[in-house]
């Protein structure tokens, strides 16, 4: 039981869970719907092995970047093929295990889901229904003190992934192209750079950590401006879902054929 | 003239001491431009004479008249009446995470305890008072943390201890956790915090979910400004063999 609802402590006496009158359950309600929602949606994608790549233009998915198996069409590949290709090993199982483990360990998701679907708390001054509670201090959850390594990694793979949104103004078929797809990925990228350096282990890494920085003045200049973007984390949480997900989805209806590129120039 | 814009308003007080008490209606009148504050004077001069209710300043700089309205942990001299429908009931009880002395005061003595708890401003060995210089630039972080009233409102929402009594003894609390930031990137002080405030302060303790941040009257950014540049100093210390590593090859302290 919770002590809010326990008076046992010498604290006032109200048996209700909370007396907040407004609509505290619709932002976790919003989240759990939204957050389960994008996984379902990713990993159908993720398993599919089809609709990844379209070979006139050069769009590759970043469900699929790297596209590292020996089932990937050979275009897709531009890291090497390295992994066998069985159903249950998505193409780019390199790089989405880390993704999913950044994104899992960031510090607004965590906020996110642990208010979403742990319900610890479901709202502020709302009482959870868990009887114990020893936060991030032992297994599992200790572990999201990594956070910062699958940062080091998600800045690695949002590189592949401007060098997949580059590559893909170079048609294979050789000359520049230009369509919707290359402004989808583009944007994407922009954003997926947002979310990731916008990172509350970057904002630490770059300056926070140091008391001194008036002796560091490019460390300031650098802390400064990953302020004003942690300042947007969890817009950019969100921004970058919705890219990733619109993107991947383009792309798949244009490689299955439901609809044609809108094409600028090429 | 402007015509008068009073109303009466539905009010719900929570009237009781440590071992019994409930929620108490009352019919009172609302007039333009009030607080709640205002109402629960006007209640004292009224029909509860003997309602106890601690404030001050009624200007949200003390940090006296913490309470929940409608359940939501607020400062009453900051919670204004045309917030409210004219036919919406106001709920007024004490914060729900200390014991309860009568009515809507509560014995906040936790805090003080934790406030004992941190060690003070240790200046380096080096200087004399009177010695110590600081640029701006290093001590701006610090300064937002310096606008914290205490009228702990943080501290009541922050369900490690709201909804879990038992971890009162091993966990300082949001405000204090900040004080220990505050201290922790201070240009001269010299005392070591990061590994007290995971094993003897209870940082490892918050999830992060930020009602501090939400209920704070001052709009300090606690849980990003304070709390996880803290977990992330902690990390550097606990749990990142590289940054141990480095700070062994190259000597950085302090930086």
Known sequence: MSSTTDASTGRAQIAARTLRTDRWWLPPLANAVGLAAWVAYATVRAFMQDYYYVPEYGYLTPFYSPCVSTGCVPEASHFGQILPDVWWLPYAAISLPFLLLFRLTCYYYRKAYYRAFWLSPPACAVAEPHKKYSGETRFPLIMQNLHRYFFYIAGLITLINLYDAIEAFFKPGGGFGLGLGNIILLVNVVLLFAYTLSCHSCRSGVGGRINHFSRHPVRYKMWTFVTKLNTRHMQFAWATLASLAITDFYIMAVSAGWITDLRIVG | ?255
């Open chain 2, 1 to 255: 003239m402007a015509e008068s814009t009073s109303h009466l308003h539905h009010f719900k007080v929570w009237r009781g001491d440590d071992e019994k008490g409930e929620i108490v209606d009352y019919p009172v009148e609302v007039n333009e431009g009030e607080v709640v504050l205002d109402i629960i004077h006007r209640l004292q001069a009224t029909e509860a004479n003997d309602l106890a209710v601690r404030w001050n300043c009624k200007a949200g700089k003390c940090g006296s008249c913490s309470a929940e309205i409608n359940g939501r942990p607020s400062l009453m001299c900051m919670t204004r009446m045309n917030t409210f429908a004219d036919d919406e009931p106001v709920t007024v009880t004490p914060l729900r995470t200390f014991p309860v002395i009568r009515d809507l005061v509560t014995d906040v003595s936790f805090n003080y305890t934790k406030a004992r708890e941190i060690p003070s401003f240790e200046p380096p060995k080096d200087l004399a008072p009177g010695e110590y210089r600081m640029q701006q630039v290093d001590v701006e972080r610090s300064q937002e943390f310096r606008k914290c009233i205490e009228c702990f409102l943080c501290q009541n929402t922050c369900h490690v201890v709201r909804d879990h009594e038992e971890n009162k003894e091993n966990f300082a609390g949001p405000r204090y956790l900040m004080r220990i930031a505050e201290l922790d990137m201070h240009p001269l002080d010299a005392a070591d915090r990061q590994l007290d405030a995971q094993d003897e302060h209870g940082l490892g303790m918050c999830n992060i979910t930020k009602c501090c941040t939400e209920v704070c009257p001052e709009h300090i950014k606690i849980t990003d400004n304070a709390l996880i540049p803290m977990k992330e100093r902690v990390v550097d210390r606990k749990y990142d063999p590289l940054v141990w590593l480095g700070s062994k090859i190259f000597k950085r302290s302090g930086a």
